[in-house]
């Protein structure tokens, strides 16, 4: 069989090139003799652009008219626990997959002017990080992916830790403890489901496929759901437990914050897909009106806090809470559209909020600053820099024939037929974004130039437009023809709506089953 071959069988390779060939490049890396320092750039460059390629494999090669999991690869791990190297995609995780290989490289040759400290470690961890994501994203066994999880945590950490701002450590620890405290409760959920399945007379397995079927009554799923959804409420961020966010944001480096908005944060959001809704459908039912509700306030206040931010990073920080409110709002919508949208929401807010990450470290490179109030007047000097600004915002608040609009439009229409109160308060969240992206622009970019530093500001460097340009170009292509994105989507979230009827259906059964015994034992 050809090692290539796209699906059915379970010894393709494909899958764990992509996922292994960053951890190869990362270690080759460490290898280097310290002093050779663009060595290690040119490596982590060349290694993170060999993982794109491969990962367009998997688009090529994925058949867009089933929602099965294709490019499988199986085997035996730890036999005696039931425990396997699973890998598989669908059309879900194939685009956040594209995702982080797209943005890796771009990051990695951003940072060869940004970094300048302990450079062979930073790319090092920059290039374990994108193992640990890609390997979240295509884990069929809950026990890998779990490993996943918490092997991307370590080099966020360090990335924040080292090469971040004057409170690097607090916003690394914090961000740590959040996630870290929040994934042990989603482990010991993990057990108790693969125990429900083995008291079931089933053998032990992590398998995601064959846990989807563990018949659990609502209870049970309720408890299961709710830790689940901790830790992906934690990663995504979710109101109120977003707070580790901004800190984050603020102390990571440019490349540190570009990974942390455009692809970590989409793991939570992937996880309630994948993972809590397909498994605990009669909970996610139940939690529906609590999660539109946090998403919604997610929105407004995202957007409000957004709007009084002095400095360019909290801004942009504070419009994820609000715009990852959306892509929530879309996914508890439970209807195809509102899943596909919330799903094409999550690659637009990755382009344009990693844009935005770039943009602002570019202009904190020459000034040091990110005081909105030390700019102004900037078309003038840099007018190719302030030009892409501006299509970046544009794309940020859904302007039509750009990416954001097809995401939001999607997500809305999907809300609607759910919950039209819901929908009427969170659009006023669009209403807010636009509000204060557009000032934001305003105020750095027009008007007189109040700060004398700022006119002799450099425009974008031939290696900064070498980053931007493939952004952008997906920022109009997602914008202007997303029926690629959605036909492949299609499928896999018709299937997994069909999967959590299906299994809310024996959530019902089972507590059926259970009503008689529980009136015995009364008696």
Request: no cysteine.
């Amino acid at each position: 069989m050809n090692g290539f071959e796209p699906a059915g069988g379970t010894g393709n390779v494909l899958l764990s090139l992509v996922v292994w060939t960053p951890m190869i490049g990362a270690f080759l890396v460490l290898l280097l003799p310290r002093e050779q320092v663009d060595g290690a750039k040119r490596a982590a460059f060349v290694f993170s652009s060999i993982t794109f390629l491969l990962s367009l494999g998997l688009w090529a090669g994925l058949r867009p008219d089933t929602a099965e999991f294709q490019f499988l690869e199986q085997h035996p791990w730890i036999p005696d626990w039931g425990i396997q190297y699973l890998l598989g995609v669908d059309g879900v995780s194939l685009f956040l997959v594209l995702l982080t290989t797209f943005l890796t490289p771009l990051v990695i040759l951003f940072s060869f002017g940004d970094v300048q400290k302990r450079v062979k470690e930073y790319f090092f961890f920059m290039l374990m990080l994108e193992t640990g994501m890609i390997g979240a994203f295509v884990a069929l066994d809950l026990f890998l992916f779990y490993v996943f999880w918490e092997l991307m945590l370590v080099p966020m950490y360090f990335i924040i830790g080292i090469w971040g701002g004057q409170r690097r450590v607090y916003a690394s620890i914090k961000f740590l403890l959040y996630t870290l405290t929040a994934s042990l409760l989603m482990l010991l959920a993990i057990l108790y489901l693969v125990g429900a399945h083995v008291r079931a007379g089933a053998p032990t397995t992590f398998d995601v496929r064959l846990l989807y079927d563990v018949a659990l009554s609502p209870r049970e799923q309720g408890w299961l759901f709710a830790a689940f959804a901790l830790a992906f409420a934690v990663k995504v961020p979710m109101f109120p437990l977003h707070t580790w966010l901004p800190d984050a944001h603020v102390e990571a480096p440019t490349g540190g914050s570009v990974i942390l908005a455009a692809i970590m944060l989409k793991l939570g959001t992937y996880g309630f897909l994948r993972f809590a809704m397909p498994l605990f459908p009669a909970a996610t039912v139940a939690a529906t009106p609590f999660v539109v509700a946090l998403a919604v306030i997610g929105i407004v206040y995202g957007a409000m806090v957004a709007m009084v931010q002095p400095d360019l990073k909290k801004l942009v920080a504070y419009s994820s809470v609000s715009h990852l409110g959306f892509v929530m709002l879309g996914l508890f919508a439970v209807n195809p559209m509102g899943i596909q949208g919330a799903i094409y929401q999550m690659l637009n807010h990755g382009l344009s909020t990693g844009a935005l990450f770039l943009l602002v470290g570019m202009i904190y490179e020459r000034r040091h600053t990110r005081l909105i109030a030390d700019f102004g007047g900037l078309w003038k000097p840099i007018p190719r820099y302030a030009a892409v600004f501006l299509l970046v915002t544009l794309s940020s608040i859904g302007l039509p024939g750009l990416n954001g609009f097809v995401g939001e439009f999607l997500i809305l229409l999907g809300a609607f037929g759910e919950s039209r109160l819901a929908t009427v308060v969170a659009s006023s969240g669009l209403v807010l974004g636009a509000v204060y992206m557009l000032w934001m622009f305003q105020r750095l970019a027009f008007g007189p130039l109040r700060h004398e530093e700022n006119a002799t500001l450099e425009d974008l460097r031939p290696r900064e437009i070498a980053v931007l340009v493939p952004v952008v170009a997906m920022i109009v292509v997602m914008g202007v023809y997303p029926k690629p994105f959605l036909e492949v989507m299609e499928p896999s979230v018709k299937g997994i709506i069909a999967r959590m009827e299906k299994h809310q259906a024996r959530a019902v059964a089972v507590e059926a089953d259970h009503a008689p015994a529980k009136h015995a034992g009364g008696v």
